[in-house]
């Protein structure tokens, strides 16, 4: 490989994310040398969106091709679907085969923005696997589909492809039958496809500086040498940063803990400024802060965008993007609440505190002390409200 050669970056996006997707190619064209070759799986882009992305050519001169592949939606057809019955996800394995002459590529998804050279990770050797990534920091128990305590289950934030073993492996084939045979089973739909295909560690580990996200530390449970102290030394030379379950064009605080600023919050805007999206990601920004107001900090873990694509025509080229139910909900899935305490302050004095634990149940305090309400919040999505915290007021059920 010389250094002349153009690293090949693909991403998967819709009319929802192009925003966020942009925001990522800003972030590796600003922190490498390097010229970039970079490949959309389109999964509902309009022309002004690909004229948008264009753009970026006349910013950077190391942009040096942009291509676009539409996705054909009816490959998709009896599998499990994403955030807001979104069938996209499963785009990514389709890329070999949409650009058959690629050899090597790199993966990342939108929620991600690479912070130093991403020819360090392209570089990295796959020793022969088809696949290199990094563990899920947030994987710490075994499953019924995923039973071995040797396997590092990986996250896609990022995934380093060979693509010519890919297509010699049929891995795009293997995982949507896959994907058919496990159905609802695969909440993480093509993540459980790929890990599942390759199984027992049957890929390239790379370093989890390649794939940093603020999250509590679950897989130490399963692999001891993924400790705190393992990702404390990897977050010391971070190269991508991956914001989940963070997302910065909705919240600025931790997910974890809400009095902190998320990190790399700052460079996120930094790097959103630099597009032709930055006016839009504002204004959805504070409206966005302005709806949570009072009611304390959402998460947004599931927020990707605002589901325009649910407003297609079905004549549109890709009306067949969402599920049946655009708000469909897996029933295999499970939210898992992090504790989260919100103080707000009068003048400098105390006047409320909002305290989430981990079962979701939400308390009210006056002046961070005196009980006034706790919002309780069951498996089915019923709540319960009790005035003081103990006397029940009323109960509202789900349909």
């Not at 001169?61 to 019955?85: A, C, T």
């Not at 560690?201 to 692999?223: C, D, I, T």
């Not at 304390?296 to 890709?318: A, Q």
Request: overall charge positive.
């Amino acid at each position: 490989m010389t250094q002349q050669e153009n690293i090949p970056v693909f991403m998967v996006t819709n009319w929802d994310m192009v925003g966020y997707t942009a925001t990522t190619m800003v972030s590796i064209l600003n922190n490498t040398k390097r010229n970039i070759d970079f490949y959309i799986m389109d999964c509902g882009l309009s022309d002004f969106d690909q004229k948008q992305l264009s753009t970026l050519k006349d910013k950077f001169s190391n942009l040096k091709s942009l291509s676009f592949s539409k996705v054909d939606m009816k490959r998709f057809e009896g599998l499990n679907v994403w955030y807001y019955g979104m069938l996209d996800a499963w785009a990514m394995l389709l890329f070999p085969e949409a650009f058959p002459k690629v050899k090597k590529v790199v993966h990342v998804e939108s929620d991600t923005i690479v912070i130093d050279d991403i020819a360090k990770l392209y570089n990295e050797d796959l020793e022969g696997f088809t696949i290199g990534g990094c563990a899920d920091i947030a994987y710490g128990m075994t499953s019924e589909l995923f039973p071995s305590k040797e396997h590092v289950y990986f996250n896609l934030g990022m995934l380093l492809i060979d693509c010519d073993k890919w297509r010699k492996d049929k891995t795009t084939e293997k995982c949507l039958e896959l994907g058919k045979k496990y159905g609802k089973q695969f909440n993480c739909l093509h993540q459980d496809a790929l890990n599942m295909l390759y199984y027992d560690n049957k890929y390239k580990q790379l370093p989890n500086r390649y794939n940093l996200g603020e999250r509590e530390n679950a897989v130490k449970n399963l692999h001891p040498e993924l400790s705190e102290e393992y990702f404390a030394k990897e977050w010391q030379h971070p190269v991508i940063i991956h914001f989940s379950p963070n997302k910065p064009w909705r919240t600025q605080h931790s997910f974890y803990d809400a009095q902190r600023i998320v990190k790399y919050f700052n460079e996120w805007w930094f790097y959103a400024a630099q597009t032709p999206y930055i006016e839009g990601l504002k204004n959805a920004f504070i409206a966005q802060r302005i709806e949570d107001g009072f009611k304390g900090l959402k998460t947004g873990i599931d927020n990707y965008g605002c589901s325009m694509l649910d407003t297609l025509p079905k004549e549109h080229s890709f009306s067949g993007i969402m599920g049946k139910d655009a708000f469909i909900k897996s029933e295999t899935s499970t939210y898992v609440y992090s504790p989260q305490t919100i103080k707000y302050k009068l003048l400098g004095m105390p006047l409320l505190k909002i305290k989430t634990n981990k079962t979701g149940a939400t308390e009210y305090k006056l002046f961070d002390m005196f009980p006034i309400l706790k919002v309780k919040k069951k498996k089915d999505g019923s709540k319960s409200y009790k005035f003081l915290s103990c006397l029940p007021i009323f109960k509202k059920k789900t349909k």
